[in-house]
């Protein structure tokens, strides 16, 4: 008995981190301003150069990060990560974040706390430099 209700919390909570989850993913905008060219687009374990502003709702640049290299999966930033795959070279993609939003990131989270209404996040990807492959990639 006892295994079958710890079956059965796990269960329970495994099904709310699921809900929380895909609640989270629906309420993020984005959008493509700029298809970008070429037959590469971004994919998990893909190392891409890109710029990045953040900016509240109202057009106040918050962070601007010129030259930002990172690997789609190793989680260094996710939020960025999880949101350029499919993004192809001079693509320009925008975020918006609802203040709601709840996020580990704790930089991240004191903006979205002193923001009134959310962020913008405007990624242009300057390159895909290629994919690299390994056990600490997880685009999960």
Not at 23 to 44: A, H, N, P, Y
Not at 52 to 57: I, Y
Not at 93 to 107: A, G, L, S
């Amino acid at each position: 008995i006892t295994t079958n209700v710890r079956a059965a919390r796990e269960y329970t909570k495994a099904k709310d981190k699921k809900s929380s989850r895909e609640k989270t993913q629906l309420i993020f905008e984005v959008q493509d301003v700029t298809m970008g060219v070429g037959s590469k687009s971004v994919e998990c374990g893909s190392m891409v150069t890109l710029t990045r502003t953040l900016e509240d709702q109202d057009g106040t640049r918050l962070q601007v990060i010129e030259v930002d290299n990172l690997t789609v999966g190793k989680r260094s930033n996710w939020l960025i990560e999880k949101n350029i795959i499919g993004m192809k070279n001079s693509g320009f993609r925008r975020i918006t974040i609802p203040k709601v939003f709840e996020t580990d990131d704790e930089e991240l989270a004191e903006f979205l706390e002193s923001s009134e209404f959310g962020l913008t996040y405007q990624i242009f990807l300057t390159s895909i430099i290629g994919v690299e492959e390994g056990s600490d990639i997880n685009c999960d």
